[in-house]
């Protein structure tokens, strides 16, 4: 337990440019605070000690506004920066060394029964305000942009932007992919080539009547 405790403050410390001291992140971190109250409400759920679970989660709410069903499986080393308005929901799975930023719900769409909610893969990082929804994956080293809603699987070594998100990267080079706003214009594309088309045919009259008199 000393040790998982030691870890979580580590991994703040090692991403949190603001974290001064482990007593600072012990004492004053939402994240940090969530993450331990967590880990005890998921022993009593697992030990059949449901009430007691809720309890522990609903308590953490209250403290930290943020809000992790005691169901949820959470791996190592999670970082929740800030942390205010996290909703993490009961079939979520979260991978090893993530990061989730405030305003991130993890969470379910009202169509699905059974796995509701999504499951990270390791070294997920989501940004403030996203929005993952039903039982879909997110691959390893997945970074999900600010504000984005995800819908859909993403693939490993991928980063999804926009409302709903489409992956815009993979493996470090980008995606050539049209969106609403650069579709080619045909209309304007048709008009191009008929004036690309009368200045090759004025050409060919010059050349024909260089003294302009036909």
């Not at 974290?19 to 998921?42: F, P, Q």
């Not at 993403?154 to 050539?176: C, E, F």
Request: aromatic share 4%.
């Amino acid at each position: 337990m000393f040790d998982r405790m030691k870890e979580d403050i580590a991994v703040i410390r090692e991403r949190d440019p603001a974290a001064r001291s482990s007593l600072e992140v012990m004492l004053l971190y939402n994240g940090y605070k969530a993450v331990r109250s967590h880990r005890k409400a998921n022993w009593c759920y697992r030990h059949h000690l449901k009430f007691l679970a809720r309890w522990i989660s609903q308590r953490c709410v209250r403290h930290t506004n943020i809000e992790i069903h005691p169901a949820a499986q959470i791996g190592r080393r999670l970082f929740i920066d800030h942390g205010t308005g996290v909703v993490i929901g009961e079939t979520t799975v979260i991978g090893d060394d993530c990061t989730i930023y405030q305003g991130v719900t993890l969470g379910g769409t009202g169509k699905d029964k059974g796995k509701r909610h999504p499951t990270l893969g390791n070294h997920v990082m989501v940004g403030a305000g996203a929005k993952v929804l039903g039982p879909i994956r997110i691959g390893d080293n997945v970074r999900v942009a600010a504000g984005a809603v995800v819908l859909d699987n993403i693939p490993d070594n991928s980063t999804a932007v926009g409302v709903p998100a489409r992956v815009v990267r993979r493996n470090g080079a980008k995606i050539v992919d049209l969106d609403q706003v650069h579709i080619p214009d045909p209309v304007a594309q048709e008009l191009c080539r008929l004036e690309h088309k009368i200045d090759v045919l004025e050409s060919r009259l010059k050349e024909l009547d260089p003294n302009g008199q036909g």
